[in-house]
């Protein structure tokens, strides 16, 4: 079974745009749990501009199923996933104002780095996993940074779909292949949909876990969030 990570960063700028509590973040995440998903994503970022820290704090206790907080690892996003003990954490290499990820680990050039970071989370029984691009050689250098799991980056599947699905797959397959070889579980998450998601689900060898946010907060707008959390369900086991 493939888990549904619902990404509620779009629910926090929402309600940073009044300031206030509507929508109540909280009540979101428990709401998607009831719903059908089996992990909530947050990705607190340093300006705070959706998920705040407080947020974090908040959302804790009332996270029942996987919590998984994803970010750019400065000293103080660490110490924010260890204090609240996250389920999982998934590193990414965003720079801070940065619109959203757009980019893959290095793992090259941050080898070191990431070691040691991922070695603090390993100490605190926390999951890691490595956002990457389905670049082979990468994958090839996640086990030498003691990662758990990698998170594969699908914007470029979800770009190349509607055109050729075949092609777009394709190096998504052979990134998933090479992981399962080398012993390290798979999630991935970027622009994933209710169109281009079961093609990938399908396809992909060792699928653990994707995390969505835009697509599925924006398709909630039109089918509510109840009925968008089975269709997403249903997209990951058909
Ligand atoms: N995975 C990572 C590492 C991300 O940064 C994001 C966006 O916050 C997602 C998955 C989810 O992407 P989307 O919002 O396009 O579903």
């Known amino acids: 079974?493939?888990?549904?990570?619902?990404?509620?960063?779009?629910?926090?700028?929402?309600?940073?745009?009044?300031?206030?509590?509507?929508?109540d973040v909280q009540k979101f995440a428990i709401d998607c749990e009831r719903y059908g998903a089996q992990?909530?994503?947050?990705?607190?970022?340093?300006?705070?501009?959706?998920?705040?820290?407080?947020d974090v704090?908040?959302?804790?206790?009332?996270v029942k199923t996987e919590f998984n907080i994803e970010g750019y690892p400065t000293e103080q996003f660490i110490a924010l996933v260890i204090k609240n003990k996250a389920d999982q954490v998934t590193l990414v290499p965003d720079k801070p104002?940065?619109?959203?990820?757009?980019h893959g680990w290095d793992i090259k050039t941050h080898l070191v780095e990431?070691?040691?970071?991922?070695?603090?989370?390993?100490?605190?029984?926390?999951?890691?996993?490595?956002?990457?691009?389905?670049?082979?050689?990468?994958?090839?250098?996640?086990?030498?940074?003691?990662?758990?799991?990698?998170?594969?980056?699908?914007?470029?599947?979800?770009?190349l779909y509607p055109e050729n699905r075949e092609l777009a797959i394709?190096?998504?397959i052979k990134a998933a292949e090479k992981a399962v070889a080398l012993g390290l579980g798979i999630n991935a998450g970027h622009d994933l949909c209710l169109d281009n998601l079961n093609y990938f689900a399908k396809n992909i060898p060792g699928l653990l876990e994707v995390s969505i946010g835009h697509a599925l907060i924006s398709e909630a707008l039109y089918y509510g969030i109840e009925n968008t959390?089975?269709?997403?369900?249903?997209?990951?086991?058909g």
Do not use: C, W
Request: aromatic share 6%; proline share 7%.
């Open 170 to 172: 394709e190096p998504y």
């Open 57 to 62: 704090e908040l959302l804790r206790p009332v």
């Open 1 to 23: 079974m493939i888990h549904l990570s619902v990404n509620i960063n779009k629910i926090a700028t929402l309600r940073n745009a009044r300031g206030g509590n509507v929508p």
């Open 114 to 159: 990431l070691k040691r970071i991922i070695a603090i989370f390993k100490n605190a029984r926390i999951r890691t996993s490595l956002f990457v691009d389905p670049d082979p050689e990468m994958i090839q250098l996640a086990p030498e940074t003691g990662t758990d799991r990698i998170e594969l980056y699908t914007e470029s599947y979800a770009r």
């Open 97 to 102: 104002g940065q619109l959203t990820s757009d």
């Open 39 to 54: 992990g909530i994503t947050v990705h607190p970022r340093p300006d705070q501009r959706h998920i705040t820290f407080l």
């Open 229 to 237: 959390i089975q269709l997403y369900n249903r997209q990951l086991k």
